[in-house]
């Protein structure tokens, strides 16, 4: 007991010096104490400017005997081996220690998202010039059937089902095999990661998924991926590459909570109501190879060339044949995409600092999450030549540019904005399909009772030779009305929410939450009137760390705006309603610019 007092004393002390362990949640920092226990090792102070003796791994299993869970489940679960872990510390003997290397380490060690709990903290060495670093992993359960679902009201927008081994042999390798279910449609297939191929500096992803329709299981369509890749493993590493092969066919149906809406012909006199939906064929291949430069500010430059091929047609649920030739003109004008044949040569330049915060209770509640501060930057061109063999000349040109900063403490800022748009060489309208997304968000310093955060958006959409299906609702953000609530095609979008979420209550290894929210937002055609909607709630939110580090909610909220008259809705879906960080903006497939966000 005496010795369990003076380590935590120990750790007391050391922890605001150390801006490499974990900052702040008493989970982690219990596994380090354990660690510490189980090794002899002592927290050394003043690291700085020492030699560092040894590196020593401390991996837990998922279950631990001090907890209420049995262990048993240990037995069919392979830890993670100890070479997965040592290859990604960036720090070896001999080497003079260094914070910022050692948090990159933590950093890299995280986005395996194999570990619930993740610390890097110096520990003495026999010499007192010297240092020896401590790495303290706990495994998350690898083997298990993931679930990512969005339901409002009853109505199921999306439902995920994945058994997922995600560390296979401990190897640190993802294997899948998976469910989708869409209002219209359910697809199946499976995915494979190697991070380390072959335990080598490259990674391979490849996805196959087969589609079909839920009214009658016929073929529907299918998707497919691979991706070779030497990424960027750490912030001083020179080179890399990127290969990738993506193929899609698939049918397309705008819709609304489960309903396909219909296009009616502005020519016509007559309500044709024409199905949205039609085929979609997309052919990516592209390859790049990449060099980052820099220390405290890091550069990245990307250069390559690909072949971008798309055909589109209407589907046999349109029903083209039963109306007349003008309004299937029309269909085919203000309905189906334009089709690409591109080959180009492609440049990507990005710029960031290499500036870090370890927050906690922004996604989840009681475990670290790593944020990158400071601004970044990126822009990317894509120039179509017909000399290259590609049907037409055109500039696609996207970017972002996006400013966060910690304040008060933990609180946390963020600014940003991202648009694309494409360049028609000779033509009248020369600019043409515009979109650009302006975002602020942020949460204020942990108080006593807990703290707010506040996101707002604004979508913007000009000059769509296809104008997009803008949609807002109890599936992405207006959680007082049920998924799709409004549309509007080619439309501008405003959406805000404010939230208060308490501290986490941690019992055990459970860790509970509630928040009180005000959600508002609105379509803004550029002919006719807008629609506003707004409404407020109470939620629960819930991290189990053995499984995810993300939170599953369950919010109700109340229309506030006269709309619908008195009324409840339900929501219950994986991840938090207000996104605030990059880790969670990257769960969503949609980016403007390269800045991904709630579609």
Same mark, same amino acid.
């Given at each position: 007991?005496?010795?369990?007092?003076?380590?935590?004393?120990?750790?007391?002390?050391?922890?605001?010096?150390?801006?490499?362990?974990?900052?702040?949640?008493?989970?982690?920092?219990?596994?380090?104490?354990?660690? #510490?226990?189980? !090794?002899?090792?002592?927290?050394?102070?003043?690291?700085?400017? +020492?030699?560092?003796?040894?590196?020593?791994?401390?991996?837990?299993?998922?279950?631990? +005997?001090?907890?209420?869970?049995?262990?048993?489940?240990?037995?069919?679960?392979?830890? !993670?081996?100890?070479?997965?872990?040592?290859?990604?510390?960036?720090?070896?003997?001999?080497?003079?220690?260094?914070?910022?290397?050692?948090?990159?380490?933590?950093?890299?060690?995280?986005?395996?998202?194999?570990?619930?709990?993740?610390?890097?903290?110096?520990?003495?060495?026999?010499?007192?010039?010297?240092?020896?670093?401590?790495?303290?992993?706990?495994?998350?359960?690898?083997?298990?059937?993931?679930? =990512?679902?969005?339901?409002?009201?009853?109505?199921?927008?999306?439902?995920?089902?994945?058994?997922?081994?995600?560390?296979?042999?401990?190897?640190?390798?993802?294997?899948?095999?998976?469910?989708?279910?869409?209002?219209?449609?359910?697809?199946?297939?499976?995915?494979?990661?190697?991070?380390?191929?072959?335990?080598?500096?490259?990674?391979?992803?490849?996805?196959? /998924?087969?589609?079909?329709?839920?009214?009658?299981?016929?073929?529907?369509?299918? +998707?497919?991926?691979?991706?070779?890749?030497?990424?960027?493993?750490?912030?001083?590493?020179?080179?890399?590459?990127?290969?990738?092969?993506?193929?899609? /066919?698939?049918?397309?149906?705008?819709?609304?909570?489960?309903?396909?809406?219909?296009?009616?012909?502005?020519?016509?006199?007559?309500? @044709?109501?024409?199905?949205?939906?039609?085929?979609?064929?997309?052919?990516?291949?592209?390859?790049?190879?990449?060099?980052?430069?820099?220390?405290?500010?890091?550069?990245?430059?990307?250069?390559?060339?690909?072949?971008?091929?798309?055909?589109?047609?209407?589907?046999?649920?349109?029903?083209?044949?039963?109306?007349?030739?003008?309004?299937?003109?029309?269909?085919?004008?203000?309905?189906?995409?334009?089709?690409?044949?591109?080959?180009?040569?492609?440049?990507?330049?990005?710029?960031?600092?290499?500036?870090?915060?370890?927050? !906690?209770?922004?996604?989840?509640?009681?475990?670290?999450?790593?944020?990158?501060?400071?601004?970044?930057?990126?822009?990317?061109?894509?120039?179509? #030549?017909?000399?290259?063999?590609?049907?037409?000349?055109?500039?696609?040109?996207?970017? %972002?540019?996006?400013?966060?900063?910690?304040?008060?403490?933990?609180?946390?800022?963020?600014?940003?904005?991202?648009?694309?748009?494409?360049?028609?060489?000779?033509?009248?309208?020369?600019?043409?399909?515009?979109?650009?997304?302006?975002?602020?968000?942020?949460?204020?310093?942990?108080?006593?009772?807990? =703290?707010?955060?506040?996101?707002?958006?604004? $979508?913007?959409?000009?000059?769509?030779?296809?104008?997009?299906?803008?949609?807002?609702?109890?599936?992405?953000?207006?959680?007082?009305?049920?998924?799709?609530?409004?549309?509007?095609?080619?439309?501008?979008?405003?959406?805000?929410?404010?939230?208060?979420?308490?501290?986490?209550?941690? %019992?055990?290894?459970?860790?509970?939450?509630?928040?009180?929210?005000?959600?508002?937002?609105?379509?803004?055609?550029?002919?006719?009137?807008?629609?506003?909607?707004?409404?407020?709630? $109470?939620?629960?939110?819930?991290?189990?760390?053995?499984?995810?580090?993300?939170?599953?909610? #369950?919010?109700?909220?109340?229309? !506030? /705006?006269?709309?619908?008259?008195?009324?409840?809705?339900?929501?219950?879906?994986?991840?938090?309603?207000?996104?605030?960080?990059?880790?969670? /903006?990257?769960?969503? @497939?949609?980016?403007?610019?390269?800045?991904?966000?709630?579609?």
């Amino acid at each position: 007991m005496r010795r369990l007092f003076a380590l935590a004393l120990v750790c007391g002390l050391v922890a605001p010096a150390n801006a490499q362990a974990p900052a702040g949640p008493q989970y982690e920092w219990q596994q380090v104490f354990k660690a #510490l226990l189980s !090794t002899g090792l002592i927290l050394d102070a003043r690291p700085d400017g +020492k030699r560092i003796a040894f590196v020593r791994i401390h991996r837990f299993p998922v279950f631990v +005997k001090d907890e209420p869970l049995p262990t048993f489940p240990n037995a069919v679960h392979f830890t !993670t081996a100890e070479d997965v872990v040592r290859r990604e510390v960036l720090l070896e003997p001999g080497d003079i220690f260094d914070r910022e290397r050692l948090a990159e380490t933590a950093r890299n060690l995280r986005e395996l998202h194999i570990f619930s709990v993740v610390a890097c903290v110096p520990v003495r060495a026999e010499k007192a010039n010297e240092v020896g670093l401590l790495v303290v992993t706990r495994d998350l359960w690898s083997l298990r059937l993931e679930t =990512r679902f969005q339901t409002t009201d009853g109505f199921i927008d999306q439902l995920r089902v994945q058994l997922t081994e995600r560390n296979l042999f401990g190897r640190n390798k993802r294997a899948s095999l998976r469910f989708d279910l869409l209002p219209l449609t359910f697809s199946t297939g499976a995915i494979y990661v190697d991070p380390r191929l072959a335990g080598e500096s490259l990674r391979l992803l490849t996805s196959a /998924d087969v589609i079909f329709t839920r009214a009658d299981a016929a073929h529907d369509g299918v +998707k497919l991926l691979f991706d070779l890749a030497r990424p960027f493993y750490d912030l001083r590493q020179p080179w890399g590459f990127d290969l990738q092969l993506e193929y899609d /066919d698939v049918v397309t149906r705008q819709v609304q909570q489960g309903k396909v809406l219909g296009y009616d012909a502005p020519e016509t006199t007559e309500v @044709e109501a024409i199905p949205r939906v039609f085929s979609d064929r997309l052919l990516i291949v592209q390859g790049t190879a990449d060099m980052q430069r820099g220390e405290s500010v890091i550069a990245r430059l990307s250069l390559g060339a690909g072949y971008l091929g798309r055909t589109v047609e209407a589907h046999d649920e349109a029903r083209l044949e039963a109306v007349d030739a003008v309004a299937g003109a029309a269909f085919a004008r203000d309905v189906l995409p334009s089709e690409l044949h591109w080959v180009y040569p492609v440049m990507t330049f990005s710029v960031f600092a290499a500036r870090y915060r370890t927050y !906690t209770n922004l996604s989840g509640f009681g475990l670290s999450e790593d944020v990158r501060l400071g601004p970044s930057v990126s822009f990317t061109a894509r120039q179509s #030549l017909r000399a290259l063999g590609a049907d037409e000349d055109t500039l696609s040109v996207q970017g %972002y540019a996006t400013w966060r900063e910690d304040w008060a403490g933990d609180g946390l800022i963020e600014a940003a904005f991202g648009g694309r748009a494409r360049l028609r060489y000779g033509r009248p309208s020369n600019w043409i399909d515009r979109t650009g997304l302006l975002r602020a968000r942020g949460a204020t310093p942990t108080l006593g009772f807990g =703290r707010f955060v506040a996101r707002a958006d604004w $979508l913007l959409n000009r000059d769509h030779l296809t104008p997009p299906l803008v949609t807002l609702g109890g599936d992405n953000g207006l959680r007082a009305y049920g998924s799709q609530a409004i549309y509007g095609f080619g439309v501008d979008r405003i959406r805000t929410n404010i939230e208060y979420r308490t501290p986490p209550f941690v %019992y055990s290894f459970l860790h509970l939450g509630a928040v009180a929210f005000f959600d508002a937002g609105g379509l803004l055609p550029r002919e006719g009137a807008a629609i506003w909607r707004h409404g407020a709630g $109470l939620g629960l939110r819930m991290v189990v760390p053995q499984a995810s580090r993300f939170a599953y909610r #369950l919010d109700l909220g109340v229309p !506030t /705006d006269g709309s619908t008259g008195f009324a409840v809705s339900l929501s219950f879906e994986t991840g938090q309603a207000v996104p605030l960080t990059p880790a969670e /903006d990257a769960l969503y @497939e949609e980016s403007v610019g390269g800045l991904f966000n709630q579609p």
